[in-house]
């Protein structure tokens, strides 16, 4: 079936540095995409979304690249902290079924750890 | 308080046995759903609900059962519990996808033994 998953499953970096953590996907029909943070003992957090109309978008300290062409999704964090460290999952949602809402397939996960 | 809320946080119990996680949330979100987290596979939709009395299957329904009477209540319940189904388990609620995104449950760690 169609499914959402990740380059690489771990990322060390140094504190004040950038990150990376990319994401492939599959489905051609999905709409929308989420990524995740998830910390030790805790749910899934919503960081940033994007649209599969849109190419880049920004946050604070984080950016959300999309590539139609390739099927790949980035996420790139600015100045990555120590609180930071976490597992991050992209997620896609495809309304291809029309209803109002869509479910959320997951990736596997990166977990980035960040050094002092 | 405002917010999605699981209980029990832990819970063990044996193989065989019937066994119901709780999901509430306070914001009366039209939809709610259940994932199953284990290492390998992510996160896993088990079942989702549009709406009060409106529920339907994910990649993963096979042992579990949900009901769905409130709008801020989502029980998930095992009929008969077994080992592969010890897992994390995350209860979800959304507004509308795109508006709103998903907002997730602290989670039920099951241990089935």
Redesign the interface.
């Known amino acids: 079936g169609e499914n959402v998953g990740l380059h690489l499953p771990t990322l060390s970096v140094q504190e004040g540095d950038n990150s990376i953590i990319n994401c492939a996907y599959s489905n051609s029909a999905s709409d929308?995409f989420?990524w995740y943070k998830q910390e030790s003992?805790?749910?899934?957090?919503?960081i940033i979304?994007i649209?599969s109309n849109m190419d880049k978008r920004q946050g604070q300290r984080v950016t959300v690249l999309l590539n139609k062409t390739v099927k790949h999704l980035s996420l790139q964090i600015a100045a990555t902290q120590p609180g930071d460290s976490a597992v991050y999952?992209c997620a896609e949602?495809s309304?291809a079924g029309g209803?109002?809402?869509?479910?959320?397939?997951?990736?596997?996960?990166t977990i980035l750890t960040v050094h002092p | 308080d405002a917010g999605i809320t699981q209980s029990p946080r832990y819970k063990i119990t044996e193989t065989g046995r019937q066994v119901t996680l709780m999901c509430h949330q306070t914001w009366s979100h039209s939809y709610m759903f259940w994932y199953r987290q284990d290492l390998g596979h992510g996160l896993r939709l088990i079942y989702y609900s549009a709406a009060a009395d409106i529920t339907d299957k994910g990649e993963v329904p096979d042992g579990y059962v949900v009901s769905r009477s409130k709008t801020e209540n989502f029980p998930l319940t095992l009929e008969s519990a077994t080992r592969s189904q010890t897992s994390v388990y995350f209860c979800a609620s959304s507004g509308g996808f795109e508006v709103y995104g998903y907002t997730f449950g602290s989670g039920t760690r099951l241990t089935v033994v």
Do not use: A, E, W
Request: hydrophobic share 25%; proline share 4%; net charge positive.
């Open positions: 929308y989420i003992g805790k749910g899934p957090q919503f979304d649209r999952f949602i309304n209803t109002s809402y869509g479910k959320l397939t997951f990736g596997q996960g």
